[in-house]
């Protein structure tokens, strides 16, 4: 097969003009980061924040063009613009309404098709095992024979392919759609699939959830009961947009049981309150410790705050997770601790948070066409 070069790349876009001035996407300086790896391709283009969603047609022609080049199996071209860093607090603070997807030039649908329900697991912050508990979940709902798909919307460090023990690129099929790469009877998407794992990324705003929405929208999913978005941490611009550009049935919200850390929770409530999706719950993770040599429970932190949160918020307690090394060493080598000790403890912890979770999306749904309006023949 031909090989794709750069050059070849930069020629093909040279013929992409705009149609403001005619002058082509090249010239303008508007094409950074190509990246080329055995025929997938990818770049972004450069484009004023105010432009970003009239930039769409632009995007997709750049993608037409260098699809056409022979030997390229795959295009992700993605809209970057220069967008004011904002804190956490703010980015909430000045959420748009529910519904002004539409006025921001995203897709308004609230659903996708054959996908019954899209839960996000999330977290105030890093570290507090919001990945793990994902995989478990996934996993964990796998065994109970639900249809499930895993999202890695965490494009600044994707770890799903080291925690579901997958390599390699995804086919492309047909119209350029990606087949989901799967393992454990999950269906698997992540940024980690396409972009090579040491490349630096710079992502901004438009940028994320172009990738997003090409991760949800242009992969072949097939009929999923459920699909879990495992976010990036932490409640800023870019955990805001997805809550609220992402059609979301519910969340779920990770925790350690330190004060710092709720604080944190609460936080990533208001934000998916403020984008009205409900929060189905809160998961204690590394609640207590469990001594693996003589059993004993240790309550290391203040163990049970993430209960009395929830109380307090009026959202579920979904289940709580001890801090055990064998979760941690399960998880390193990409076999959840679901699958490498089914009869375990962890392994039941999870699994009733799983069905919980589930509960909660029937009941969604069950709510949603409970408030489907009835249509009067005339
Ligand atoms: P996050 O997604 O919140 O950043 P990760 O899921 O990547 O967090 O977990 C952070 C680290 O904590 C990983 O090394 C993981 O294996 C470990 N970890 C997560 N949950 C537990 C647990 N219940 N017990 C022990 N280690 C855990």
Not at 165 to 177: E, F, Y
Not at 183 to 201: A, H, Q, R, W
Not at 343 to 357: F, L
């Amino acid at each position: 097969m031909a090989e794709v070069t750069r050059e070849a790349i930069l020629q093909a876009l040279e013929n992409v003009r705009r149609s403001d001035n005619g002058q082509d996407v090249v010239s303008l300086g508007m094409i950074t980061g190509v990246v080329v790896r055995d025929g997938n391709v990818g770049f972004a283009i450069e484009v004023e924040a105010s432009e970003g969603a009239a930039s769409e047609p632009l995007r997709q022609a750049c993608e037409a063009a260098v699809d056409a080049i022979p030997g390229v199996l795959s295009v992700t071209a993605v809209l970057t613009a220069e967008r004011a860093a904002q804190s956490g607090a703010q980015a909430a603070d000045q959420a748009p309404p529910p519904g002004g997807a539409a006025q921001a030039g995203l897709p308004e649908s609230r659903s996708i098709p054959g996908i019954a329900a899209i839960v996000a697991v999330a977290s105030g912050k890093g570290g507090v095992g919001k990945s793990t508990t994902a995989v478990n979940l996934a996993v964990a709902l796998a065994a109970d024979g639900v249809r499930v798909g895993l999202l890695d919307c965490d494009v600044y460090g994707p770890s799903i392919p080291r925690l579901m023990r997958l390599s390699g690129k995804p086919d492309v099929v047909g119209d350029s759609h990606l087949s989901p790469m799967e393992n454990y009877d999950v269906k698997c998407m992540s940024i980690g699939f396409l972009v090579e794992e040491d490349t630096p990324m710079i992502w901004r705003g438009p940028m994320v959830m172009s990738a997003l929405e090409q991760m949800l929208k242009g992969v072949r999913w097939g009929e999923l009961d459920i699909l879990l978005c495992d976010l990036p941490p932490g409640t800023g611009d870019a955990q805001l947009t997805m809550a609220q550009n992402v059609p979301l049935t519910g969340a779920v919200v990770v925790s350690t049981p330190q004060d710092i850390a709720l604080m944190d929770v609460r936080r990533g409530i208001a934000m998916f309150e403020k984008v009205d999706v409900p929060v189905f719950g809160i998961v204690e993770n590394m609640s207590y410790f469990l001594c693996p040599h003589c059993g004993e429970r240790s309550e290391i932190f203040a163990h049970g705050g993430a209960r009395e949160t929830a109380a307090r918020l009026g959202v579920d307690f979904l289940g709580e997770i001890p801090l055990d090394g064998d979760i941690r060493a399960t998880s390193d080598v990409g076999e959840p601790i679901v699958l490498a000790q089914p009869e375990s403890a962890h392994t039941a912890a999870y699994r009733g948070i799983a069905r919980r979770v589930l509960e909660q999306c029937r009941a969604a749904q069950d709510g949603a066409e409970r408030q489907a309006p009835n249509i009067v023949m005339m």
